[in-house]
């Protein structure tokens, strides 16, 4: 007898000398269900999975069969199956039953400063390159330029803006996890491919197509909204405004449009001054994209605007973030404060977005790449 064989065999005769053991002292089983079960109480699910206790006691097979359903027996079935339907994560499909863990803004951040990002950083255009009279006049009326020891921690984040999604990365992952966990509320883990995304404002079953001019650095961002205690209850708020059923628009794709016009700011010098003043870069381009989005949705709702707008809105958005970015600070910092004393939101109530509406594929949004180009140039206000 082979190896394989015997361990069947003494596998089998340990499960069915258990059972009868058990069975023994309870000769009456329709009489005696309780009493079963309590003596199996101090047996682990895991064990009694292992050794098909559980499904010989709750099978209808060999005749035992108790007379009333117990409610015991009942919630043991239920452990069972439990334990019997749990899958592994595999390819793109993410367990329902096993959710991953969240990941911090921060700890996402870390790995990309630990990878190896040259093949992409030699892609970075820093800065806006001027000539003639515009190099001039940015010389004497423009933002101050970035510290020399600032420099490396801004192209680190315009190298994560050439950074794609990569499905097959654990931390890519992880990172939509999060998003989709903390704006739908869900405890489970979901698939990286699927219609879900579009509930949540892409445009497609993958998020990957939806990053043009903005790269991963727009997820970084949406990670930023929703794990920073701070600005979680904005992203809630903007999320909700949304799905208005007369002023919805594409959650995740506005956001993408806000990173791209964060990224024109920080290349064109207009977070410079800030990021002196704080000695950090990240922490900026953070709030300037939390406090261009919450322009965005003040906008939206004050104004009436609808998807129609889109383009419009996105245009006068970047000339005010470029302009007066201190402005947009300063109103976040108002906002935040509020929200810290529990004041009433600046969007206003949620009773009055009415009605939210499923995401529609027909809408037709027009986002910062579609707009034609413009001059940057003009008065700095900041």
Known sequence: MNENSCSFHSE????????????????????????????????PISELKNHGILRALTAEANGWQPGVVNAEVL???????????????????ASVDQPGQLISFSEALQHFQT????????????TIRRTGLAAIRHCLFGPPKLHQGLREERDLVLTIAQCGL??????????????????????????????????LGFQGANPATDLRGAGFLALLHLLYLVMDSKTLLMAQEIFRLSRHHIQQFPFCLMSVNITRITIQALREDSLSRECNRQQKVVPVVNSFYAATFLRLAHVWRTQQKTIADSGLVLKDLEVLAKKSPRRLLKT???????????????????????????????????????????????????
């Open 12 to 43: 089998k005769e340990l499960r069915d000398g258990q059972v009868e053991s058990v069975c023994a002292a309870y000769p009456s089983p329709y009489d005696k269900d309780t009493g079963v079960l309590r003596a199996l109480r101090g047996i």
């Open 75 to 93: 919630r043991a079935q239920e452990e069972w199956e439990a334990v019997d339907n749990i899958q592994t994560e595999s390819g793109n499909q």
């Open 115 to 126: 990878v190896d990002l040259s093949s992409f950083k030699k892609r970075i255009q820093p």
């Open 166 to 199: 990569d499905s097959q990365d654990p931390m890519h992952g992880r990172v939509l996890q999060t998003i989709y966990k903390k704006l739908t509320g869900s405890k489970f883990d979901c698939a990286l491919h699927g219609d879900h995304w579009e509930d």
């Open 332 to 382: 976040l910092e108002i906002y935040l404060a509020g929200v810290s004393k529990g004041q009433a939101s600046l969007l206003g109530a949620p009773k009055c977005y009415g009605p939210q509406a499923p995401h529609s594929k027909d809408l037709t949004f027009t986002g910062v790449c579609d707009l034609p180009p413009h001059s940057s140039e003009g008065t700095w206000l900041i």
